[in-house]
């Protein structure tokens, strides 16, 4: 039978030990093959979870109708670095915000960056937006972004910070939607947006690949965890309690992690604080996508989770993706169920394909800027860099690449600088 081959090489010891060795055998076996079954359906759960959240959460904002006259002020802390295509877009919409109360602090490295001219012209078109420019960041920062953003945190007006990352095109819903979430609850500190991108940003297959990475596996996580209240949470849009954040530290103490978002949120769901999902998907404006930019924040990323949450990161991370769980759920259903293990594995590949494009449409809310083909081709894509980006990421696990300069990752996402020269591609 199918332990002939395994008990023929018993040696010496005896027929006797025969039946032994294949009962051992047959448990670890046995028990080898429940986990991915687990894991399958756990996955199952998580895409009705996540097709609940987009049916009743996603694109239903939270009306502020019955505070009218009474709106918070909110400031919006946004950090530039540069000029790219949709820049001037991303800058525009929060000029053009129909919010009674707000003031726009941006925040700019360099004196000499190019973008300050950019500000200068849309605070000329805009004279009646409350707009501050700070230059420089605050000394004593690891996290370049944190490092930036301090003086304008410091300085905010008002107890709601909305921060938008340079990336990211603002509206009057999202900010009503944002605020609406925030004030329901005062045990609310932050409300936040899943990542994901507008259409029209996506040109080329590279965007592609990045708009089903955020709407696809990404998407599915962060939505299901968010609708079971644990832990997920990106900085890249969100609105906080300035008071709330103080009390753990501030933003300036989060500048010792490159993880700043994980960290910050981490302290305030520990502090008996609620982490609350937008009705708005973020709507972020990618102006280069490249498949070697993707796949290199997509490793530092992998490695500042590795950091934080090394078992979650190395043992569960990978069995949500959707290759190796296939193949190893069907080994599994071969060995307890003898089901061809081939016809198994089309049959998972098949449904996970068709759950991951209504999710990701959910998400959209409206037409796709790509046909059904493309969605394959981009699919089929990420699901082989992620290899990449694993066998990368273990490669060399505390170094982080992160625009000009090299960081060394302790456990617990410690960072500390090691060069501010132009990092060499790996």
Not at 130 to 154: Q, S, T, W
């Amino acid at each position: 039978g199918m332990f002939g081959t395994w008990s023929a090489g018993a040696g010496s010891s005896g027929a006797a030990d025969t039946p032994v060795n294949d009962l051992v055998l047959a448990y670890i076996l046995f028990s080898l093959a429940i986990p991915p079954l687990v894991m399958w359906i756990y996955q199952m759960v998580f895409f009705g979870i996540a097709w609940y959240t987009c049916r009743y959460h996603l694109h239903r904002p939270k009306s502020l109708a019955d505070m009218s006259g009474s709106l918070p002020g909110v400031s919006i802390v946004k950090p530039l670095m540069g000029i790219d295509t949709f820049l001037e877009g991303n800058l525009e919409s929060h000029f053009t915000l129909q919010y009674p109360k707000y003031e726009l602090l941006l925040c700019v490295q360099d004196e000499q960056d190019p973008v300050i001219g950019l500000v200068n012209n849309l605070r000329e078109r805009f004279p009646n937006v409350d707009c501050r420019l700070f230059i420089g960041g605050k000394d004593g920062i690891v996290n370049p972004m944190v490092h930036n953003m301090v003086p304008a945190y410091e300085n905010a007006k008002h107890d709601l910070v909305w921060v938008s990352t340079s990336r990211i095109r603002a509206s009057t819903p999202i900010l009503m939607d944002l605020v609406a979430r925030a004030v329901q609850d005062p045990t609310v500190a932050i409300v936040h947006q899943l990542p994901f991108m507008r259409n029209d940003s996506v040109h080329g297959m590279a965007a592609i690949v990045e708009k089903v990475a955020f709407g696809c596996n990404l998407g599915k996580q962060y939505l299901s965890l968010s609708q079971l209240g644990t832990h997920i949470f990106t900085g890249m849009s969100y609105l906080v309690r300035k008071p709330y954040l103080d009390k753990v530290g501030g933003l300036a103490y989060y500048g010792r992690y490159l993880a700043e978002d994980f960290c910050l949120s981490r302290d305030l769901l520990i502090s008996g604080y609620q982490l609350v999902l937008s009705a708005f998907p973020a709507e972020q404006m990618v102006a280069t996508a490249s498949l070697p930019s993707y796949k290199d924040r997509m490793v530092r990323w992998w490695r500042l989770r590795l950091s934080m949450m090394p078992v979650v990161t190395l043992v569960l991370e990978p069995l949500t993706e959707s290759l190796l769980l296939g193949a190893y759920t069907s080994w599994a259903v071969y060995y307890l169920f003898d089901v061809n293990p081939y016809c198994a594995m089309l049959v998972h590949l098949a449904v996970w394909i068709v759950l991951d494009y209504a999710q990701l449409k959910r998400i959209q809310n409206g037409p796709l800027p790509f046909s059904f083909p493309a969605f394959l081709a981009a699919w089929w894509l990420r699901e082989l860099l992620n290899w990449i980006v694993y066998a990368q990421g273990l490669a060399n696990p505390r170094r982080v690449f992160w625009g000009r300069s090299t960081y060394k990752l302790q456990h617990g996402g410690l960072t500390t600088a090691v060069t501010s020269k132009p990092s060499v591609p790996m």
